[in-house]
T-cell receptor, first 113, second 109 residues
């Protein structure tokens, strides 16, 4: 079955710690995205990538980093510089180009210990 | 910042009624529009996409687009308890999507 796999489902971060959220897709999509969702709010774009080895900052990139070394994978690191990381993190992918719908993984819930 | 505004909820409708959800957007050049359904604690699921002015029907869902008024809506006919969810409007924005905050719908049995 084709889809987007995010792991882990739940993640806890200690003060001063960096954590990495995994996102893997087997849909053969070129474009991948990371969003953050806070309770009662819509999705805010953190980073996106239209092609391997290239990515751009979204609206709230501060305190986050990404890499895109493989077409299938787009991991997100939440660094210690992100002071309010508690949120629901969603990874999405799409065919590259304008006007394409995005499809989402099941998400990772990150909390502070 | 390109904005997407949705009518504030929550919206409560009786089973079998029509639920009407509205969305306005600020960027006149947007060409594609999407509705996602998000159940509590789950990820968004694409339910409708619309690219041209007018209506598009898919089962009990109808999306309506009016680019001149910068307005897109979603109608859910014969609402069922399983339609209880938050509905997110998304608008294309330079190879990205901008999302509204969502409207929560509760269908009363």
């Amino acid at each position: 079955d084709g889809g987007i796999t995010q792991s882990p489902k739940y993640l806890f971060r200690k003060e001063g710690q960096n954590v990495t959220l995994s996102c893997e897709q087997n849909l053969n999509h070129d474009a991948m995205y990371w969003y953050r969702q806070d309770p009662g709010q819509g999705l805010r774009l953190i980073y996106y990538s239209q092609i391997v080895n290239d990515f751009q900052k979204g609206d709230i990139a501060e305190g986050y980093s990404v890499s895109r070394e493989k077409k299938e994978s787009f991991p997100l690191t939440v660094t210690s510089a992100q002071k309010n990381p508690t949120a629901f993190y969603l990874c999405a992918s799409s065919i590259a180009g304008p006007n394409q719908p995005q499809h989402f993984g099941d998400g990772t819930r990150l909390s502070i210990l | 910042q390109k904005e997407v505004e949705q009518n504030s909820g929550p919206l409560s409708v009786p089973e079998g009624a029509i639920a009407s959800l509205n969305c306005t957007y600020s960027d006149r050049v947007s060409q594609s529009f999407f509705w996602y359904r998000q159940y509590s604690g789950k990820s968004p699921e694409l339910i409708m996409s619309i690219y041209s002015n007018g209506d598009k029907e898919d089962g009990r869902f109808t999306a309506q687009l009016n680019k001149a008024s910068q307005y897109v809506s979603l109608l859910i006919r014969d609402s069922q308890p399983s339609d209880s969810a938050t509905y997110l409007c998304a608008v294309d924005n330079d190879y990205k999507l901008s999302f509204g905050a969502g409207t929560t719908v509760t269908v009363r049995a």
